[in-house]
């Protein structure tokens, strides 16, 4: 079946929304955290991991598997799900990103996008058609439209006709689309501009996709500017489909955007963090390279309920992360995914309790207040 959403309540006082995605693989709470598996696999982690800190919905990248291993043999697998063993919904994205990532300005044509395939050197067209044909067959619940997504920042005159050539190439995708198992969503562009924002939400909004992504964030903007490119694209979109906000992981910028309506969100943070070190908690990032962890046998952080902090501590991880062993990017990606879930998880009790400014200000306190412990 198709992703059914449903909106549970709004927040008294702000955009924030509850609600609940139904898919082929169960039904999940929103707001809600989902981590990026880029090759078909979160970075170290196994599926039963991946479970184990709740997750629901995860990522896999349309651009990366078509390269490699190709779509026809995740197809004659029987479709991502039972090519990675993952029992859970998944979401691909369309390869947009990399057209801001990998191309260049003159590589971009009303076709499609030209690449230099970065495993081989091949010159490869990528266009909205072979985009979605390529998803098809990867087989995800959830797919997403081919878009540009254009760098911050950029002139009026030239994310006008982006985002023109968006939609033609969200409608041109939707007319390629053909698997009865799956979703697809139109993303949202429009650089910092409202009336673009507007004009990119309601043209979609017509094409009835089956839900919305809020694109071209987290591109070299700010955080008030990115906070205003949200605003301006969910309070055009229907209450009734879900917001999906594309490449945030940040805490503050979860909380914010919840604020502002968006109801999942996705990130590569909290693995390419740990692989460098870096630990979430309550009271904000730390590195556990520093020195001062080397006798520190305490957890991660006493709030967390994760695998890594119930059974080891800093001086053990911080030795596996100094010897380069991968165990201990392991347990902080553990940590890390998990964190960022559960802050999913407190913000939706918060929407519930129509106290969420609260959670806002009690969070900024403590994230930015305090210096780990």
């Not at 707001?31 to 970075?43: D, E, I, L, S």
């Not at 087989?139 to 920042?153: K, L, N, R």
């Not at 017509?206 to 964030?217: A, L, P, R, V």
């Not at 520190?296 to 992360?321: G, Q």
Request: with cysteine; glycine share 8%.
């Amino acid at each position: 079946m198709k992703i059914k959403y449903e909106l549970i309540k709004e927040e008294k006082h702000t955009k924030a929304r509850l609600g609940k995605i139904s898919t082929n693989y169960g039904t999940y709470d929103t707001p809600m955290f989902m981590p990026v598996g880029t090759n078909a696999t979160v970075k170290t982690l196994s599926p039963e991991e991946l479970k184990d800190v709740s997750a629901g919905i995860i990522l896999a990248n349309t651009y990366h598997l078509w390269l490699r291993p190709g779509e026809d043999i995740v197809d004659a697998a029987g479709g991502l799900h039972k090519f990675m063993n993952y029992n859970g919904p998944i979401l691909t994205d369309s390869g947009g990103f990399q057209v801001f990532s990998l191309a260049k300005p003159k590589d971009i044509t009303e076709e499609g996008v030209t690449f230099k395939n970065h495993l081989n050197g091949d010159k490869i067209l990528l266009t909205p058609e072979k985009s979605i044909q390529i998803q098809n067959k990867l087989d995800s619940d959830i797919a997403m439209s081919f878009d540009e997504c254009v760098g911050y920042p950029s002139t009026y005159e030239y994310m006008q006709k982006s985002v023109e050539r968006t939609l033609r190439w969200a409608q041109r995708g939707k007319e390629a689309f053909n698997n009865p198992r799956q979703s697809l969503f139109g993303i949202v562009q429009g650089g910092e501009y409202e009336d673009l924002r507007r004009h990119c939400a309601e043209e979609l909004s017509k094409m009835d996709f089956d839900g919305y992504s809020i694109g071209g964030t987290s591109v070299g903007e700010d955080k008030p500017t990115m906070y205003k490119m949200v605003e301006y694209s969910t309070k055009y979109l229907p209450k009734n489909k879900v917001r999906y906000l594309m490449g945030v992981g940040d805490p503050i910028d979860i909380v914010e955007n919840v604020i502002r309506g968006v109801d999942i969100f996705d990130c590569v943070s909290p693995t390419r963090l740990a692989r460098h070190g870096n630990v979430y908690t309550k009271y904000g990032k730390f590195n556990i390279r520093n020195a001062k962890y080397k006798n520190d046998f305490t957890p991660l952080s006493d709030e967390c309920d994760c695998y890594a902090c119930k059974n080891y501590t800093k001086a053990y991880i911080r030795h596996l992360i100094i010897a380069n062993e991968t165990f201990g990017a392991r347990l902080l990606s553990i940590h890390n995914i998990r964190y960022l879930i559960h802050l999913t998880e407190e913000l939706r009790e918060a929407i519930k309790n129509d106290t969420i400014l609260e959670y806002r200000e009690q969070f900024i306190k403590d994230y930015y207040g305090k210096e780990e412990k």
